[in-house]
């Protein structure tokens, strides 16, 4: 998620997920806040790396530490999320991402 800061409003927030196959779950593998956040999202845009806003599933990532694997309870959000994305990349996009904040 990202998104401007103003007096009493939340910061900005960002978490990046690493999936290859073969790994049991995807593993957060950054995570911040305010210019953190901003770095990650553009360090993610600057190596082509698709930036989904979802700022539901975003506070339920922030919870889970560096370098371990999401949880089972956001299994089904993200392997939603990571199915629209491969659709993407083979041509067979839908319009819109699917609902993550709905966990």
């Known amino acids: 998620m990202n998104r401007p800061e103003h007096p009493g409003e939340q910061r900005a927030e960002a978490?990046?997920?690493?999936?290859?196959?073969?790994q049991s779950a995807p593993t957060v593998v950054a995570k911040g806040r305010g210019l953190i956040a901003a770095e990650i999202i553009s360090r993610a845009k600057?190596?082509?790396v698709y930036v989904h806003e979802s700022p539901e599933l975003v506070a339920l990532?922030?919870?889970?530490d560096i370098d371990a694997?999401?949880?089972?309870?956001?299994?089904?959000?993200?392997?939603?999320l990571l199915?629209?994305?491969?659709?993407i990349e083979a041509?067979?996009?839908?319009?819109t991402a699917p609902k993550t904040g709905a966990v």
């Open 46 to 48: 600057e190596a082509g």
């Open 91 to 95: 041509g067979t996009e839908k319009k």
């Open 83 to 87: 199915a629209w994305l491969y659709s």
């Open 61 to 64: 990532l922030m919870q889970v």
């Open 15 to 22: 978490v990046a997920l690493a999936y290859n196959a073969g």
């Open 69 to 80: 694997r999401i949880p089972p309870e956001l299994y089904v959000a993200v392997a939603e």
